[in-house]
């Protein structure tokens, strides 16, 4: 099974950009499609968005559609979140979670931090 540890967190401005990075390990990475999920303070875990196994598509919840990338490097074993135009409310613990062949987000990082300032 895969092991997820993600990265790139931290304390950034409005207006600027922030990349993440999501290194896997164990398991066959391909059979994964990938996931990014937040969960601001006091406020349930929201679904961020994902891409497919081949990177060759993804997805996005509205609020951050152009303004969030998600690409993947299979070589690597790295799913990578590009965030530009950070708002305060893009506040949260970032997570990324993998899902075999699709199905269930069964496994998680431990989360990184993310804080945008007005």
């Known amino acids: 099974q895969v092991q997820l540890v993600e990265s790139g967190g931290g304390l950034v401005q409005a207006g600027d950009s922030l990349r993440l990075s999501c290194a896997a390990s164990g398991g066959t990475f391909t059979g994964y499609t990938v996931a990014w999920f937040r969960q601001a303070p006091g406020k349930e875990r929201e679904f961020v968005g994902n891409i497919t196994r081949s990177g060759g598509y993804a997805s996005y919840t509205d609020s951050v559609k152009s303004r969030f990338t998600i690409s993947r490097d299979n070589a690597k074993n790295m799913v990578y979140l590009q965030m530009n135009n950070l708002k305060p409310e893009d506040t949260a613990v970032y997570y990324c979670?993998?899902?075999?062949?699709?199905?269930?987000?069964?496994?998680w990082g431990q989360g990184t931090q993310v804080t945008v300032s007005s």
């Open positions: 979670a993998a899902a075999w062949l699709g199905f269930a987000y069964n496994y």
